[in-house]
């Protein structure tokens, strides 16, 4: 006999991201407390065999959206390092704007509307819409801000067009410069009530010493596109070794490859690049970062916020200067350069191997191809910062469970949560992609 | 994307469920899908479908019902 059972079982807030945190407590003993990453690969390297690297970029910006620009300039400068072709000073300069936006749209992101309700106490953006409309306003703001910015320089900040190996195929005109200077001077208004909101969030107190990697160089500038890889350990080395620092292996309940450097895990981000190059910041930026007492070697990761929010200052203030910089000097439109997938081999083909690596919103990323010498893609290699970011995720979960024990079971879920999103993971809409499972507790 | 991790939570619960009905078999299961929900129902049935396979769940088949929320919710199923 057939019958009808009821349920009614909501799976949203269990669908957006692919991770769960598994937490076994027994007789008030932390037995097990891991980060399982459950999405399926996405075979992105497979993709890139046989197709040729003057592509690359387009197929490995769809990797993130959020990343899209970082994706391509990393896969950009890995294409032109294998094929032995060196860009232009004004080509770096622009890709550095570039790389500043992505940075300041994701870190406004992150901030307002993924990190900042869990501080002002509501589940998601959605409840300050009533309760802090301005900070809401303020956020798209920023963001559109940011993205309107790309729409002028690249075509589009997701996914970007004109960014390609070899150059730019479109260049700002001199109108499309005040633009965009026009547009971020315009949100360095907002930038005051951003850090006011920055230093009134209280951030959970933790403390876990841990290595940190990113981009180091020599020079003055805060490096993000391009530098040496380094570690607060001590480590240093050239971009091609990055396999040396990245030791990536295979855990059970993970879909992703862990890493591990100098000590059992590192972190990448914003953190890191700030306990790293801290010097280097704007004066605006270190200023701020003086006075909310973030300071080199910071270890509470729940302040990788704060660290993006120095870092939001700091390309800010960047952008603003290089475009200025670009209306002083002008710009070399002869420079603009139109290639297709090379057919009539305006840029000399060689085969090699080349690295990218590049310092995104998360964290350093690197892309590693291997092309022939007609420029087709024989191997492929991406290592993204979240995936460099979950085993140090589980160390901090470790040491953590059994400081808050005491604490009610959905206040140790919300610090969870809380700890995971620090790390601004670019697991898809991360504002509630967990599910926190507890086991005998 | 997701719909594979949907599918893997949705058949945990209807598994269990099924169990303490003492049900041999699912034969249709309703969803309740919203708006803004990133979820292809095509793709989520493909999984439904593979997933299925050698389970109580494997001739079942799945219904939407719309929904002006942003949700997706296992509303109820029929069983024999």
């Known amino acids: 006999m057939s019958k009808n059972v009821k349920v009614n079982v909501e799976y949203l807030t269990r669908v957006e991201g692919h991770g769960n945190i598994v937490v076994n407590v027994k007789n008030g003993k932390l037995e097990e407390c891991r980060l399982d990453i459950v999405e399926s690969p996405r075979f992105f390297e497979g993709m890139l065999r046989g197709r040729s690297i003057f592509e690359a970029q387009h197929i490995t910006s769809r990797i993130c959206g959020i990343c899209a620009c970082g994706h391509t300039l990393a896969s950009i400068q890995a294409a032109e390092d294998a094929i032995g072709f060196q860009p232009t000073e004004q080509t770096i300069k622009l890709r550095k704007l570039l790389l500043h936006l992505e940075n300041l749209d994701s870190h406004i992101l992150h901030i307002y509307l993924l990190v900042a309700p869990d501080l002002l106490g509501v589940k998601s953006f959605v409840p300050l819409i009533h309760t802090h409309n301005d900070v809401v306003r303020r956020a798209l703001r920023m963001k559109k801000a940011c993205n309107d910015v790309c729409d002028i320089l690249v075509g589009r900040h997701v996914h970007p067009i004109s960014a390609i190996v070899g150059g730019f195929t479109k260049l700002p005109k001199e109108k499309e410069l005040d633009a965009m200077l026009e547009i971020l001077e315009s949100i360095q208004v907002d930038m005051a009530p951003t850090i006011e909101l920055g230093a009134s969030l209280k951030f959970p107190e933790f403390q876990r010493e841990t290595e940190y990697v990113g981009l180091v160089n020599d020079t003055d500038e805060y490096p993000l596109l391009q530098g040496d890889i380094g570690s607060t350990d001590g480590l240093r080395m050239d971009k091609h070794d990055y396999k040396k620092i990245t030791n990536e292996f295979i855990v059970p309940h993970s879909s992703a490859k862990h890493t591990k450097a100098s000590r059992d895990s590192y972190m990448v981000g914003a953190l890191a690049r700030v306990n790293l190059n801290f010097e280097k910041l704007h004066p605006k930026a270190k200023k701020v970062a003086n006075a909310i007492g973030l300071k080199p070697i910071t270890a509470n990761p729940f302040l990788n916020t704060a660290a993006q929010l120095i870092e939001c200052i700091h390309s800010l203030e960047d952008s603003i200067k290089i475009l200025k910089e670009f209306k002083n000097e002008g710009i070399d439109y002869a420079q603009a350069i139109t290639v297709g997938l090379n057919e009539n081999g305006q840029i000399p083909v060689k085969a090699g191997k080349g690295v990218g690596a590049v310092e995104v919103p998360r964290g350093i990323l690197f892309h590693e191809y291997e092309v022939d010498n007609k420029g087709k893609i024989i191997n492929a290699n991406c290592i993204i910062p979240t995936g460099q970011n979950l085993n140090n995720i589980e160390y901090d979960m470790k040491k953590l469970v059994p400081e808050v024990l005491d604490k009610k079971q959905d206040e140790i879920t919300l610090l969870m949560e809380m700890l995971v999103r620090a790390y601004d993971p670019c697991i898809s809409c991360s504002a509630h992609f967990l599910d926190v499972k507890y086991i005998d507790c | ?80």
């Open chain 2, 1 to 80: 994307m997701h719909e594979m991790h949907v599918i893997k939570n949705l058949f945990q619960d209807l598994l269990k469920l099924a169990d303490e009905n003492n049900t041999r078999k699912i034969t249709n299961v309703y969803l309740k899908m919203g708006l803004f929900t990133e979820i292809n129902p095509e793709i989520l049935t493909y999984f439904f479908k593979e997933q299925g396979k050698g389970t109580p769940l494997e001739s079942a088949k799945l219904h939407f019902a719309d929904s002006d929320m942003r949700e997706l919710k296992l509303v109820s199923f029929d069983c024999e």
